[in-house]
């Protein structure tokens, strides 16, 4: 077996530094490109990807990295393991990722803790497993069309499976899986391939015993196919903790740990293996340290004698180049590294040995967070604030109202670009604005719904929106990040103490309220998901970041609550995501995350109503802590996901809207489907506390399919609320 190359990433980037591949894609999708154009788009992507990892001096150069949607929706073409109603569908592959008439898609779900999401695969008893290797072998033979030997890299088994709609279904079929792994070994071995790399980052996890017996199983059998490259295991995002000794008895030859996040503890265990070492972070923005990273390459090397320099993981979750960010401020941009300068960091860390420096540097402020978040006593008891607010707001029974943003017409971004080209005026933009949230504050009227929004048609991003308008921020030009198929965002830097200037949205929810006399509500951001969704500093506690975040939307709250708005949300989607992988992290990253959006929302006195909304969200895996929000309503993703959430929330004790219209396609759903949704609902929580909204925002719908879609949800919430009242 030739030696692994000393330096390597683990994965790269993949929609092109100017968005090359999203272009693409949407031109197929649209019927502007035909399949060769979108496939031609593919492949100067990754050649060039290739050629600049070469440029840079990287050894190992990883191929099948490359997805035209996701990788683990390639996973599953690779095994075979395509749902029997896609089959027909003229492009099963684009069928599964975002569906095609009459065909809903596959799930979809944020990969681990990132902000990726990846096509959720459905395996059964039923699930025809048949190896089709043509991408892998595709990728290897036409980087070496080009001159470079790569490794492919392909999702491992154990982590597909448990990554798949019931993964207990799923690991039943371990077997029938790896054996389409072995053939896909034998079929890259006669390719000439030195190396695969498979990914297992579940094993960072807790796993059951029968899911360790399954990784000892997996990499027993597949290391010992006879003619097969050498078997290198990636995990990242965290510890392998107890998966780290049943990998190393295997016969695999190479493991990846992620030292950003895992230290080196029990990697003695690998002696006699290549051990891949994750020194530079995927996951942030920032430079390395040199003395850092040393010295956890020596820790590293006093157990293993053959020690490659990596990243903590892919790369896909940074943007390519802070070159392309000449209007940074250069003392930031100095701090930085994209995927391009984290490479040249890997290069440079496995060509020299730099000397162990003690401290210095980067004794990081690691302290333990400066303790209590303390939560402002400003507000009574449910109960007594449910009074109050029921007498201010006077809402019917069931009311009816939306997540805050409507479609996001192609005119306005237009105008907003217009505005930093500096070929629209300010005034001119802002009049376009506030034409938009009168268009919507009119056809809420017009539909007749309880809780009016403002339609957020001035943000750009709800992350991004204020980060541009905190302190403590910085927002790129191009640092764009995949966030699923062709969609991807520009996650904001906090580099900084965070602060607000002035107020962000009062002047937006004012006018709003100042077009109609029924109530509109105030929409923020929470605090957690605006550090969720952004770069962050690494040199305060997360939690210490997150509360400064609360403080500044605090502020917020107050000025909408003078201002006069009677209904503040504050959107927590990514509450979930941010939760630790270990079980062991989870209570005490919930209790400071809990904390941190009331400290953010307590200020309001018990008049004002606090809704937060969710989405995304397994909701039931955390309910306990959304009841800790204390929000007056919560409102939820439900329909997409079946309205499982329902058999959850019985114990809800305050108002809910589980969500009667998925909002993540064009469907139109009737009158008849949201009024059986909210039966349901109705069937699990008292009504007086039962909202009925939307799963999620507007944005990415068209006005034609939300006005019929609301029109249906007001019509089912009228039909049942005339039927509660006889
Ligand atoms: C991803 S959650 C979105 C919430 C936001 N208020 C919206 O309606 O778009
Ligand atoms: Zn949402």
Redesign the pocket.
Known sequence: MPAFPQSTVLGYPRIGPRRELKRALESYWDGRATRDELEAAGAAIRASTWRRLAELGLEGLPSNTFSLYDQVLDTAVLLGAVPERYREAADPYFAMARGADGLAPLRMTKWFDTNYHYIVPEIGPETAFKLDAAKPLGEVREARALGYETRPVVVGPVTFLLLSADPEAALARLDDVLACYEELLGALAAEGVAWVQLDEPALVADRTPAELAAVRTAYERLGNVAARPGLFVASYFGHLGEALPVLAATPVEAVGVDLVRGGADGLAALAGKTVVAGVVSGRDVWRTSPSRAARALAAVREHADQVTVSTSCSLLHVPYDVTAEPGLDPALRGRLAFAEQKVSEVVALSRTAPPVQDGGEDARAHRAGAADVSVGAGRSAYEVRARAQAERLKLPLLPVT????FPQTGELRAARAGVAAGTLDAEEYESRVRAEVERVIRLQERLGLDVL?HG?PERND?VQYFAEHLEGFAVTANGWVQSYGSRCTRPPILHGDVSRPEPITVRWAAYAGSLTDRPVKG?L?GPVTIVAWSFVRDDLPLRDVVRQVADAVREEVRDLEAAGVPII?V?E?ALRELLPLRRSAQAGYLEWAVAAYRRATSGAGDRTQIHT?L??SNADQILAAIDGLDADVTTIESARSGARILDAVGSFGRGLGPGVYDIHSPRVPDAAEVEGLLRRTLAVLPAGRVWVNPD????TRTYEEVEASLANVVAAAAGLRAELSR
């Open positions: 939306t997540i805050g943003s929004v957020e709800m929409m951001t949300q959107d989607p909304h989405c995304y999620c925002g507007l944005k």
